[in-house]
């Protein structure tokens, strides 16, 4: 494995240290020289177009799109294999696809669902969307695969940057919930670690709600099968917000999705599951 790498931040260090364990030849560039150099056994470059030279493909793990182009912009790509794993969004995945592309390389976008104690540690589960030419994400499938495990999601370039958000924003939804769920009880007499187990049981056991919801947005049926539907959760909205009230707890994490379920109630829906709330935040109207 030859490999070049822009950036050496945590991520990015991580990677490079558990392509290094694997015997890979790795040069780095990292705008701050000293982080490259602190990390044994690799080429530093001095400059971008010095490490993109050195290696057909090349890892970007940089702050943001931007610096991603800044950095780019100084090197020769054709004929490079450019795997973008800095954060961005799917319009600036699509975008940079394009732009690289047009400099004669071929362009994979990566959407990292771990942390950096995470790579190179099997067992913890971490993994990278990929997007782009299948063939590009074939070619190098074996060494994309040593730190993190892979997950190809298709030939659309902005789709790894999609997952990534996705599942990212239901993780920021669960923090809401849960953090909502402590401010209620941490002020009474409740042992949290005690509290914390029922909590992790509890949401553990709603999970499988996430497959309920994508088979009824398959059919377009919101209201077979349910068993708790819109107008009793509605209603029992009213009693959370009255605890919360007592509590002296905001409850301002959860009524942005309270009021779309009162909308989708009003709009004459009472008798689906919370699916059609969906309806709104993709039309911003109530239907």
Known sequence: MN????GAGAMGAALIRSWLAAGAD??????????????EGVRVAGTVAEAVAASDLVIVVLLDDASVGQALAQADLAGKDVVNLTTSTPAEARARAEWVAA?????????????PPMVGVPEAGGY???????????????TLAVPLGTRYVGADAGLAALYDVALLSGMTGLFAGISHAFALVRGEQVDLKEFAALLTAWLSAMVPVTDEIAAQLASGDYVTGVSSNLAMMVEGNATLLRTADEQGVSPE??????????RRLAAGHGDEGSTGVIELLDTGVAV
């Open 128 to 142: 990278v969307f990929y997007s782009g030419p299948a063939e590009a994400f074939e070619a190098h499938r074996d």
């Open 26 to 39: 790795v040069t780095v560039w990292n705008r701050t020289a000293g982080r490259a150099r602190a990390i």
């Open 253 to 262: 994490l959860l009524t942005p999705y309270m009021d779309l379920m009162a």
């Open 3 to 6: 490999i070049s790498v822009l």
């Open 103 to 115: 400099r004669g390389a071929r362009y994979l976008d990566g959407g990292i669902m771990a942390v």
